[in-house]
C-alpha cells in the first residue's frame, strides 16, 4: 500500500471526534485489523473501522456513554442553537431553545 495522507478520514468513526486521525493511528488501525483502507478520494485517504473489532465495539460504547452523560448534565438547560434543523426547522441562528 502506498503511503497514506498526513491526516486520514474515518468513514464511520466510533468517536465524538471530528473523524480524522493521524497517519500514524491509521497505520495502527490497518496493522491491528481494527480498519480497512476504503480508497483516495480528493487526494485524502479514507479508512473504514471494522465495526466487529472488540477495540472499536469497546470505543463506540463509550462514546455513546459520554453521549448520554452530556445530555444528562444538561437537559433542562439552555441551548444555543446553531440554525440547522434541517428541512422541518424553524429556529434562526443565535436563537435561544429552551
Not at 495522507?5 to 491491528?32: H, M
Not at 480508497?39 to 473489532?53: C, I, N, P
Not at 433542562?76 to 441562528?93: E, L
Amino acid at each position: 500500500m502506498p503511503k497514506l495522507s498526513s491526516r486520514v478520514k474515518i468513514v464511520n468513526s466510533v468517536s465524538n471526534g471530528s473523524g480524522y486521525i493521524r497517519r500514524r493511528d491509521a497505520e495502527f488501525f490497518l496493522a491491528q485489523g481494527r480498519a480497512v483502507h476504503v480508497g483516495k478520494f480528493a487526494g485524502q485517504d479514507h479508512l473504514r473501522l471494522v465495526e466487529t473489532h472488540p477495540q472499536n465495539q469497546n470505543a463506540a460504547l463509550q462514546a455513546a456513554r459520554d453521549d448520554q452523560k452530556a445530555f444528562d448534565d444538561n437537559r433542562g438547560g439552555v441551548v444555543f442553537w446553531n440554525g440547522d434543523t434541517g428541512s422541518r426547522g424553524t429556529h434562526q441562528p443565535s436563537e435561544v431553545v429552551c
